[in-house]
């Protein structure tokens, strides 16, 4: 063991002990001393002298010692980083940092600036401007997607030419028209390079217009419906029909279809129209299904009348079961002048009978006390006005279910007269069924006509005479030989004829449909006239005249057939 020793030359003297094991050299070298001297080292086992050496002494606490650590950090692309140590130690301190154990170059501070760069790369388009096809007046926006290193640049094109001012990633046209169709593309370019999109194509078309939308009805049940629309804009059209809000499976038609309809088809009915632009949906319609009914609300009969044999006749009938039935009868002649009738009787009287049994009478309506319901029932059954003043004749009855006849006799010479009878109460069960006139039938105007009017949501099948020969057998003079029948629809539209109703299989047809309404039977190979027709709701004449412009006294029959 070393226990003293002293530098030798010059040296001063150092007093230490150390605790010494190998080779003093080495250890001493470890320690930092330098060979410069000599050191002769004296204890109590022995003593040498060292090899020639210099001593650098220094105190463990000068030596570096890091005391806050850099610390790991994660950021995006472009994002600048620093990290930071602090470490004690004597001064000066040096600095070396390190990436992957290579020495950055410069970076010899205790703080050192990172900044996190990739290469910049050209324009790539991540979304192309979509295709469109709108309407004329609408607003359009295309847009593109890029990726790439920023900052870009943009122009958009429109069939090859540049757009002035176009210059985002978003091109706004407002209310386009026919001439904003075309072949759009952009350009974006950055400072590495340039991409241009995929061509977008707008189509500038004409949105669908509904013109003629469907209509309401109201319909009998078993009836046939159709609903129709029409539209305009860019062809093609494509239909779709709904019901009660709900697509109608293979209703893709301009028109729907309905077929023999029952109470489940009845509600609101719509439909779209489309095109590649746009769709409209129409109004509403409503379709009411009702039970099958219609009847008899009106009745009447022209002919040439005058005073004792030559008044005009006129038989009806009220049907049914329930409350006795209002009913307007009307006599009237002046009043014919405002239609062009010439010849018209002057001063018409009404007299109203049940089977025999007089009921009540009129002349000259306006000094009726009832006066004021003729007008308003006049009015509410669709009836033209009658002046106050005319000389025409009206009553407002009640009638129970039977039959009814109206005597028309005139107070001051002949003239064409109507009779006319109007249903007061339509919803009511009780019903008008059968009308019937008796006159002298002359040419032009003093043909005898009867008309009558249909109400209701569905047909109605009527019988109507024409009867001359076969009123011999009551004791009737002076009859039309040869009666000819016509049925009009709305007074001009031929609806149906006959001239001798049993040829043609007409005895067959038509004998069990006398027998059904209560009519007299006709005798086969008589000159008589009879027809059946099934008619819509609406307005109805039928004539009857002499062939060959002959004359006679003929009788006219309406009856509804059950």
Same mark, same amino acid.
């Given at each position: 063991?070393?226990?003293?020793?002293?530098?030798?030359?010059?040296?001063?003297?150092?007093?230490?002990?150390?605790?010494?094991?190998?080779?003093?050299?080495?250890?001493?070298?470890?320690?930092g001393f330098r060979p410069a001297r000599t050191l002769t080292?004296?204890?109590?086992?022995?003593?040498?002298?060292?090899?020639?050496?210099?001593?650098?002494l220094r105190t463990a606490s000068g030596l570096p010692a890091i005391t806050t650590q850099p610390s790991s950090q994660t950021v995006p692309v472009g994002?600048?980083?620093?990290?930071?140590v602090v470490a004690s130690g004597t001064a000066p301190l040096t600095y070396q940092w390190r990436k992957d154990g290579t020495a950055i170059g410069g970076a010899t501070s205790s703080a050192a600036s990172l900044t996190v760069t990739t290469p910049a790369t050209a324009p790539a388009i991540t979304a192309q401007p979509s295709d469109q096809t709108v309407g004329v007046g609408t607003n359009v926006t295309l847009r593109v997607g890029v990726s790439g290193t920023a900052p870009f640049t943009f122009q958009w094109r429109k069939n090859g030419a540049a757009i002035a001012g176009a210059t985002g990633d978003t091109l706004t046209l407002p209310l386009v028209t026919?001439?904003?169709?075309?072949?759009?593309t952009v350009l974006v370019t950055n400072a590495v390079g340039s991409a241009t999109s995929a061509v977008a194509v707008l189509a500038v078309i004409d949105l669908p217009r509904i013109t003629t939308p469907p209509v309401d009805q109201a319909v009998a049940v078993g009836s046939n419906v159709?609903?129709?629309?029409?539209?305009?804009?860019?062809?093609?059209?494509?239909?779709?029909?709904?019901?009660?809000?709900? #697509?109608? @499976? &293979?209703?893709?038609?301009?028109?729907?279809?309905l077929t023999a309809v029952t109470d489940a088809d009845a509600g609101i009915y719509s439909v779209a129209v489309t095109n590649a632009a746009s769709t409209e949906t129409s109004r509403t319609a409503t379709l009411v299904v009702s039970p099958a009914a219609s009847k008899i609300v009106n009745l009447s009969v022209r002919s040439g #009348?005058? @005073? &004792?044999?030559?008044?005009?006749?006129?038989?009806f009938v009220v049907a049914g079961q329930g409350a006795a039935k209002p009913v307007l009868v009307r006599g009237i002649g002046p009043s014919l002048a405002q239609f062009g009738v010439t010849g018209v009787m002057a001063d018409p009287e009404l007299t109203l009978y049940r089977e025999s049994i007089f009921i009540q009478?009129?002349?000259?309506? &306006?000094?009726?006390a009832l006066a004021d319901q003729i007008a308003a029932t006049s009015a509410a059954t669709g009836a033209f006005p009658l002046g106050r003043a005319s000389k025409d004749a009206a009553l407002r009855v009640v009638l129970q279910p039977g039959s009814y006849t109206v005597n028309m006799s005139s107070r001051a010479g002949t003239g064409i007269a109507l009779v006319e009878a109007y249903d007061a109460d339509i919803p009511a069960l009780t019903r008008l069924v059968n009308v019937s006139a008796r006159s002298f039938v002359d040419r032009g105007a003093g043909v005898l006509i009867v008309g009558f009017a249909i109400q209701g949501n569905t047909t109605k099948t009527v019988l109507v005479r024409g009867i001359g020969p076969a009123l011999a057998p009551f004791g009737v003079s002076g009859t039309l030989v040869d009666p000819q029948l016509v049925l009009f629809k709305e007074g001009s539209e031929v609806?149906?004829?006959n001239d001798d109703w049993w040829r043609g299989g007409g005895a067959l047809a038509l004998a069990p449909v006398f027998s059904a309404v209560g009519a007299f039977s006709l005798v086969s190979g008589l000159a008589d006239a009879a027809l059946i027709a099934t008619l819509p709701p609406g307005s109805y004449t039928a004539q009857v005249k002499g062939a060959g412009d002959s004359t006679g006294v003929a009788l006219i029959e309406v009856y509804e057939v059950p």
């Open positions: 063991m070393i226990r003293s020793g002293s530098w030798g030359g010059n040296a001063s003297l150092v007093r230490s002990a150390y605790r010494h094991y190998g080779t003093p050299d080495k250890r001493y070298q470890d320690l080292i004296s204890g109590a086992i022995s003593s040498s002298d060292s090899p020639a050496f210099s001593l650098d994002q600048s980083v620093t990290f930071t026919a001439a904003s169709a075309g072949s759009y159709v609903f129709t629309v029409v539209a305009s804009g860019t062809a093609p059209l494509r239909y779709q029909w709904s019901k009660d809000g709900r #697509a109608i @499976a &293979g209703a893709v038609n301009a028109t729907l279809a #009348a005058g @005073a &004792g044999n030559e008044t005009l006749i006129v038989g009478s009129n002349d000259d309506w &306006g000094m009726s609806v149906a004829t």
